[in-house]
């Protein structure tokens, strides 16, 4: 808790909070990559505590929010089927899809079960050799490494009745295409830390030359945020467009070897769609074909990443690319609520408009 507490000291931010008072002397705008970011930042009030020249710009980090709902569409159809146990984690239960949700499909009769590992559905599968048992392998490069190790196992096991519906998704890539957009306001980023912390750095120099962005890894505390401004201002202010560490307790350049070693060994970049983005080439990760076995599209059919639409009334993919922000949104608050969403964003811990719901919806209110 000591270690934590430092990370969270009101005079070390106010420290930073004055160097980057000192260094600023135009506006810049600086996207925080992750949702957990984005959560720190509303909590404490960081983005109203920077100089006004200074924007934050909400990114698409959180990977609940991202998962197309045509992936969602094909889990509740998969989940529904008497002889499936279809696990997923609690965060994804409420995600609307189409039509409906996990938890509605439990409700209706679907064996569906909250695991809080890809191996409890490893488990599972192991108690219930008569019934088909499919883990939901959703997120980052974060979740990536430990959803490999559930299929290495369930090879090693020889489980014929365990596969995945794989919905993964690559940071860098978004970034680049969020950059190569003619609407991008992006100048710099703060780069999710636990991605890092998994695939290391050696990935964002290139992004950084291509299109003359600083790139700094975040952690999620108060003062790791700020402190992740400050250098990004600080690059931003003397021209310069590097990727710089401010999360080096935990982040490493080469990032984590034997995690990188399963996820290589189980996954192969893929192209993949983004809920709110499209299609965005090799910016996800895909079973291998050594693996085709445990691929829950192989058995049960491929996803059609066409076929789904949000709300009319949603703009979550606005706001998942930082064009919009939650409480611009004729929803927020009103039809869209955590107990009745519109879009992902409001459901997931990670999304832009939970956090925005559970810190400044008092401000919006009647909007």
């Not at 925080?32 to 934050?56: F, M, N, S, V």
């Not at 696990?87 to 499909?105: A, I, K, N, Q, Y």
């Not at 970049?269 to 192989?298: H, K, M, V």
Request: aromatic share 8%.
């Amino acid at each position: 808790m000591n270690h934590l507490k430092q990370f969270r000291d009101p005079d070390a931010a106010q420290t930073l909070l004055a160097a980057i008072r000192r260094i600023v002397t135009r506006p810049h705008a600086v996207m925080e990559i992750c949702g957990g970011q984005t959560h720190a930042i509303l909590k404490y009030g960081l983005d109203r505590l920077l100089p006004d020249e200074i924007t934050l710009i909400h990114g698409p980090g959180c990977p609940v929010c991202v998962t197309p709902a045509s992936v969602l569409d094909k889990a509740h159809e998969i989940a529904a089927r008497p002889e499936v146990i279809f696990c997923s984690f609690g965060d994804m239960l409420r995600v609307p899809g189409t039509h409906t949700d996990l938890f509605s499909v439990k409700a209706n009769g679907g064996d569906v079960r909250v695991v809080y590992s890809p191996l409890d559905a490893v488990k599972i599968a192991r108690e219930n050799p008569s019934r088909e048992v499919i883990f939901f392998a959703i997120g980052f490069e974060t979740t990536a490494p430990a959803n490999a190790m559930a299929a290495y196992q369930a090879r090693r096991e020889k489980l014929p009745n365990f596969s995945m519906l794989v919905s993964h998704m690559r940071v860098p890539p978004a970034m680049e295409a969020l950059l190569a957009s003619p609407d991008c306001r992006v100048q710099g980023f703060l780069a999710a830390g636990h991605v890092c912390a998994v695939m290391g750095t050696e990935e964002y120099p290139p992004i950084a030359d291509r299109f003359h962005v600083p790139i700094v890894v975040t952690g999620f505390e108060p003062v790791d945020v700020l402190q992740g401004v400050y250098q990004c201002v600080k690059q931003l202010e003397e021209g310069r467009a590097e990727v710089e560490n401010a999360y080096a307790r935990v982040v490493r350049r080469g990032g984590n070897p034997a995690a990188l070693r399963i996820l290589s060994d189980v996954f192969e970049p893929s192209d993949q769609f983004w809920r709110g983005l499209g299609l965005i080439p090799a910016s996800g990760f895909r079973l291998r074909d050594e693996y085709a076995e445990y691929n829950a599209e192989t058995k049960f059919g491929a996803v059609d990443h066409a076929s789904s639409a949000e709300p009319d009334e949603c703009i979550s993919g606005l706001i998942l690319q930082g064009a919009r922000e939650p409480h611009q949104c004729s929803a927020f608050a009103k039809s869209c609520t955590p107990e009745h969403p519109l879009g992902a964003p409001m459901v997931s811990s990670e999304g832009a408009c939970a956090a925005y719901y559970r810190y400044r919806r008092l401000e919006h209110a009647g909007r």
